[in-house]
């Protein structure tokens, strides 16, 4: 972090005209389920063992296509279809999110609260995210958060994914702002590249065990629950 308080990281919150979200581990966690849905495809394919700190090298934030391309070629594969494997991905996704709902997907800390603390303040308030705008809706409707967003920025409206800025400069486009008055929340590696690169002040949403290894050094202030942010005025 870039020595920035609490106190100025709630007052660029309360003070800024759009907030722009990430989706997979900054509004619900996924990453698990996502690890073994890439795992099960990458087995019955390629005979691969794809660990969870292959996702977070290669996927995570990112959006799929380019991951996949330095994945396989690292291991040797260079001919195959990037559309046979995202179609046996998301297929394999919608099982296990069926099958562990419960269990193993889960709202991040404090954001209900957030959401509905700045809710009718004139904010505009975004999801940016490399995932399809179903599955989105699909969760975050799940969650009951959904109806908090105005829009959803997805993967079929960029040509370049994370970590492009391209993602976050249609955010910002939509809003018709600045970059300097709108404010990313992001979780991955590549994700807070994408915002840094469209100049956005970031907040890191903080997961234990996924990205406290880089999330400090890239976010403008970081955070594990999001009422750290919610002021009384």
Known sequence: ??????????ERVRNAKAL????DGTLVNLDKLNVDSFAIVFKEMFNLEFTRQDFMKYISGRGSKNGLIDYLGVNGIKEFSAEEINTMFYKNKKRLIEERMDEEIYI????????????NTGKKTLVVTSSREEHVERMLTHFKIF?????VIDRSMVIRGKPDPQAFLEG???TGFNSN??????????????????EL???GVLNDGW???????LADFVIKDYTELITSS
């Open 20 to 23: 722009l979200f990430d989706f």
């Open 147 to 151: 109806k908090y967003f105005e829009k």
């Open 108 to 119: 991040m800390p404090g954001v209900e609260k957030f959401l509905k603390h700045y809710a």
């Open 211 to 217: 990205n406290d290894d880089f999330v400090y050094h």
């Open 172 to 174: 910002i486009k939509y």
């Open 181 to 198: 008055e709108c404010i990313a929340f992001e979780d991955s590696f590549y994700g807070l590249q994408s915002a840094k690169g469209a």
């Open 201 to 203: 002040f970031t907040i």
């Open 1 to 10: 972090m870039n020595g920035i308080t609490l106190e100025q990281t709630k």
